[in-house]
């Protein structure tokens, strides 16, 4: 029995162009569908069907086969079934016996769980049921318009029962769809036979359809992803740079009656901050503030600095190559739209969690902590496995 993804993923898309390479967590859609299907531990072959060549390159990297689409399926009007069964063509020995599996997943899905999907396709393939869906638990209260006014839809509204007397309902979300897939081919629709929802969190239920649902989703997936932080699982980072205001404070400056300047840090920074130090991680703050503060606490932390810097790439390129450092293996850790250029350079770009929104669209890490209240220590952490040793000495000289 051999059990095979089908993601499909056309370039077009209105509603958010270029959607299906738009980053959530620091990872392509498409890359995030390809990896919650290998790390489900039941899939055999994953196809990824477009008719976008940056698309089709993306897959490749992120170890799927590639099917081209014809341009006639990759319209809005386009049926998701039809991209279906124009893979089963196009790969026909993958799924070739009367009791192989097909998962449909879907790219604007990004928090699948290969547990979940797991589970789903197991059930499927020991002929428990004949599909199974990804779907929330709902007890909503549904209405519909009619001549007379608002009615309910799945309740009697004169009758308000409670919800732990109410049969609960299943929602799809639309993440995957397990199947047979010769029974799909026969039927023309996924749905078929014996059903089986498969419940999910319902935190992971998000589906990316507008900017807004990909904006909330690039901020919950440091929070929610069920497939970890990307880069830093596969990525040695030797490097670490960091802008000043917003990253180690608050962004907020207090201002005195004779114009000097005061600024809150964090001292569980301070310690993440003397744990990589004393673990030989090279470090920089880099930043356009003129003000003494910087180089102050930068002096305080042991940390190289770069202050008064009007154009921060130059200056980044600069240091990675003074210290023998390939842009692939540096973290940048920014707030705000003067950080771009750098976030876009580096290989594991970073924000705090109360960045400019116009940064979400850099693919970077979204941290949970805000600037100037953790962040730093949260970033660190995750860089790099705690020394128990150096924890202990920089608990000597906490900064």
């Known amino acids: 029995m051999t059990v095979t993804a089908v993601i499909p993923a056309r370039g077009g898309s209105k509603g958010v162009p270029g959607k299906n390479l738009r980053r959530v967590g620091g990872r392509t859609l498409v890359d995030r569908a390809i990896l919650a299907s290998k790390r489900s531990g039941e899939v055999d072959h994953v196809l990824v069907s477009t008719d976008d060549s940056a698309i089709a390159d993306e897959a490749v990297r992120s170890g799927a086969k590639v099917v081209r689409r014809p341009p006639a399926l990759a319209t809005d009007t386009a049926s998701s079934e039809a991209a279906l069964r124009h893979a089963i063509e196009a790969r026909p020995k993958m799924l070739a016996a009367p009791d192989d599996v097909l998962v449909f997943i879907q790219c604007t899905s990004p928090f699948i769980d290969p547990e979940l999907l797991g589970e789903s396709i197991r059930r499927v393939r020991d002929g428990l049921c004949d599909v199974s869906f990804s779907c929330i638990r709902s007890h909503g209260f549904l209405w519909k318009d009619s001549p007379d006014g608002a009615r309910g839809i799945n309740h009697d509204h004169r009758e308000r029962l409670r919800r732990q007397d109410r049969p609960p309902e299943y929602l799809e979300t639309g993440a ?224």
């Open 176 to 399: 995957f769809y397990v199947m047979r897939s010769q029974a799909f081919v026969e039927v023309g629709h996924r749905f078929f036979g014996r059903i089986d929802p498969q419940v999910i969190d319902p935190l992971h239920a998000i589906e990316i359809d507008d900017p807004s649902d990909l904006s909330i989703s690039q901020r919950l997936a440091s929070l929610v992803d069920p497939l970890g932080v990307a880069g830093l699982d596969s990525v040695a980072v030797d490097g670490l740079v960091m802008d000043f205001d917003g990253v180690h404070t608050d962004n907020t400056a207090i201002v005195t009656q004779d114009g000097d300047e005061a600024a809150r840090v964090n001292r569980s920074d301070g310690m993440g901050v003397s744990i990589a130090r004393r673990a030989g991680l090279p470090m920089l703050i880099l930043s356009t503030e003129v003000n003494p503060i910087v180089r102050h606490r930068a002096a305080k932390l042991g940390v190289e600095c770069i202050a008064g810097c009007d154009d921060k790439l130059p200056a980044l390129k600069e240091w990675a190559e003074r210290n023998g450092l390939g842009a692939d293996r540096i973290a940048f850790v920014g707030n705000d739209v003067n950080d771009r250029e750098c976030l876009e350079w580096v290989g594991v770009p970073i924000i705090v969690s109360d960045a400019h929104e116009s940064l979400l669209d850099t693919g970077a890490i979204v941290t949970s902590a805000r600037g100037g209240s953790g962040a730093v220590r949260e970033i660190i952490d995750m860089l790099m496995p705690t020394n128990p040793e150096a924890v202990a000495t920089a608990g000597r000289d906490r900064q």
